[in-house]
């Protein structure tokens, strides 16, 4: 949650580089949600020994990575080597004009703008200029490639009636709620190193179970029953299921992951002493 980096950050970083930060999280929660907040809170609950700045500088490496996932789901991609987190408030910038693109007042120019160019970073720099001036001298050169995807998905939504969609009511108590599940599971049992290794690939664990599911059932040693239920039990509660089926969520994964009754026996017994039954 924005709250807990804002504090971390009033200890930890000059004023300048706090608001440069905050700013970063918040266009970024606008677009991706909280779950761009679940790395961050690993880093935020280091040892007390570890040093400030080593931890801000990956807290700004973090926020540049989610930066990346964001534009990567418009289909905008960038020089890895080029992009740094000096860039942090220059990407941004640009990922809140893309957003903007649609809503802009000059839609027929834009659409003119995409119609009438061949090279679609071009075409994309040309649009956000509308949205941003002066946001092209520093985006260009880091922007190798735009998706024909998104030019054609531009173009069908400029071309239709303007109009304001609602936007979502943030649920602040249930996204608070969620980190904090995650909090007390980690205090407890610790993380496995599968799903450490899922949220420093940075991939969204909050989505439904049997969609992240998918992503580590290739790697589930179902004869290591201790380890396959701290895995699958990690797994679902850091996933979006509602705090009262997690316990029928894991039961039921057990029984999918494995094609051995006798596997499934042992795992779900592993599973019940990790809930201390």
């Not at 709250?3 to 930060?21: I, K, N, S």
């Not at 220059?90 to 693109?101: H, P, R, S």
């Not at 720099?125 to 001036?133: D, Q």
């Not at 109009?163 to 007390?184: G, H």
Request: with cysteine; charged share 25%; glycine share 4%.
């Amino acid at each position: 949650m924005i709250q807990y980096l804002d504090e971390y950050l009033q200890a930890a970083a000059t004023p300048a580089r706090r608001g440069v930060l905050l700013q970063v999280a918040l266009v970024l929660e606008s677009i991706l949600g909280e779950s761009i907040y679940v790395s961050i809170d690993e880093l935020l609950h280091r040892p007390e020994s570890v040093d400030y700045n080593q931890t801000v500088d990956e807290i700004s490496e973090s926020l540049l990575a989610s930066l990346e996932v964001a534009f990567a789901q418009f289909g905008v991609y960038f020089d890895e080597e080029l992009i740094e987190p000096r860039h942090l408030t220059l990407l941004a910038d640009t990922l809140e004009a893309l957003g903007n693109l649609e809503s802009n007042e000059d839609r027929d120019y834009i659409l003119s703008i995409i119609e009438g160019s061949t090279d679609h970073v071009e075409a994309l720099i040309a649009t956000l200029e509308c949205v941003s001036p002066g946001i092209a001298l520093g985006v260009e050169e880091l922007i190798y490639r735009v998706d024909p995807q998104l030019m054609i998905a531009l173009k069908n939504a400029l071309r239709e009636p303007a109009r304001r969609e609602p936007v979502p009511e943030f649920d602040e108590k249930a996204a608070a709620a969620y980190i904090l599940r995650c909090q007390e599971f980690r205090k407890k049992f610790g993380r496995p190193p599968i799903v450490g290794e899922l949220i420093e690939h940075k991939a969204n664990l909050k989505h439904h179970p049997d969609l992240t599911f998918k992503l580590i059932a290739p790697s589930l040693d179902t004869k290591n029953a201790p380890q396959t239920a701290w895995e699958l039990y990690a797994l679902v509660v850091y996933s979006n299921c509602e705090s009262a089926e997690i316990t029928t969520t894991v039961e039921r994964l057990i029984a999918e992951a494995c094609a051995d009754q006798a596997d499934v026996l042992k795992i779900q017994d592993e599973f019940r002493k990790l809930l201390g039954r």
